[in-house]
């Protein structure tokens, strides 16, 4: 130890310096009793020094942990090293208020803390000493980077006017559902239209009408698979997953959704004009398709087909027979 | 700036060598009291590493799920470096039998692992070195590596201005549990010299 001469002068103003710094100071003996309370704890806490010293910590704060405390501190007192807590373990260990009330974003100060041993003379280490940081400028500001990033890959991959995947958002789920089902063997099918008509319909209710009909698409296929499962895939183009289902199960869904899609009509004067109609094409997964793309290519032939052969129908892709 | 090739000599090497090797004997008894398990006294290497090795070190932390790293900074006396911890293969289901944790092994739960033995392995060791140098090495707060940014990104980042550095290489493992890790203590260039000059204090 290096002797150091200190005034009594320099002590006074050393402890102003603990008193006013702007990170919490917190002394503890080993039953966890307080020893100091700074001027930041004070504040916050409104419970002055001359009440908390003698007090002990869990006893005067029952929002902090004891078990998951004592896991922090004990290798302070047994290694004589520091440990750390950070805010996105615990968001805090005191439940203070935001240190700006008015113009912060949370309601509650984030903390860091760390843990540092206090040796005596005799080189035992009988207290330690907790710092508490407000980071909680640092925490809004990762919440703000997380929810842009979020609304970036939401930008990349949905589509706004239905809400559903686009092709680019939807093809991660696709290669997915292909993985998995191979892998275990279960069934799954793909179903893939195109609406009928959609040129003209467009041409002569106007486009605001014609995006009506998507978005109703869109609602269709969220209310009979979910969000997670179907996709815009262009255009007036749909695509959809059907997990566990085979061929025919999934062609009584497709059928049932062309079914759905003649009651957009209803409400359409023009008796000159076609109806919006779907035409579907439906390929299940058979142990001999190779890859997602060549799933897809099944389900774009047979509706290929279904449009070639009057639209409005459904076609089930048939796999060549073992 | 002097050229980095020759960052340490011979005798320095094995002084680096020593010297951890007494900080990791002092920090294994006290570990093995605070965990209550054998902590198998690990063979510290002294090593100049590449900054593309770092790279991959970091990155299989990325790629590979079974991998996760914590880091620290640390500083005393004008040397400054960071601490880098890598469990491979490390069961959490074992760190958390090892730390006496209780509960469901959430995402939460991890993090909270992976910071309680970080802190309790990195801090075992920084400060054995520290002590027997005449350091006090003053450490930041850990960062759980690719929990908020990618990795890629970080290393993108153009603060490695670095090519080749000295690095104590600590390798971990507890008897009987399934926990490997690996403790990198890297120094920047710059410490590297002033670490050598109180290393030759002690060699003289």
Redesign the interface.
Known sequence: MSETHIEIGDIHWLMDILQNIDVGLVVLDREYNIHVWNGFMESHSAISPQKAKGQNLFKLFEEIPEAWFRQKSEPVFQLKTRTFTIWEQRPYLFRFKNSRPITGRTALMFQNTSIIPLESLDRQVNHICVIIYDVTDIAVSRADVKNANKTLTDIQSKDPLTGLWNRAGWEPQLVQQFNECQAAGNECSLVTFDLDNFRTYNGHYGHQQGDQVLSNIGKLLEKAVGLRLSARLGGEVFGLLLPGQNGEQAKAMAEKLRRAVLLLNSGNADDNIPKITASFGVASLAKDTHSAHEWLQCADKALYHAKESGRNQTTLYQHRPN | MSAAHEILNEDQRDCYQELTNVAMGQ?AD??A??LDAYVVLPIPRVNIIECSDLHMAIQDAETDSAVSAVC?GFIGSGIAGEALLLFNDTSFADLAKL?S?TGPLTR?AE??LL??VS??LI??C??GIGEQLEIHFT?G????LG??CKVDDILKSGNQQWQRTLAIEIHYTIEHVNIECDLLLLFTEDSVARLNQKIDFLLD
């Open positions: 920090a006290r570990l009291r605070l620290q730390m944790y939460q993090l909270e910071m309680d802190s309790i801090g075992a920084t400060h450490q707060h850990p960062v759980v929990q908020h």
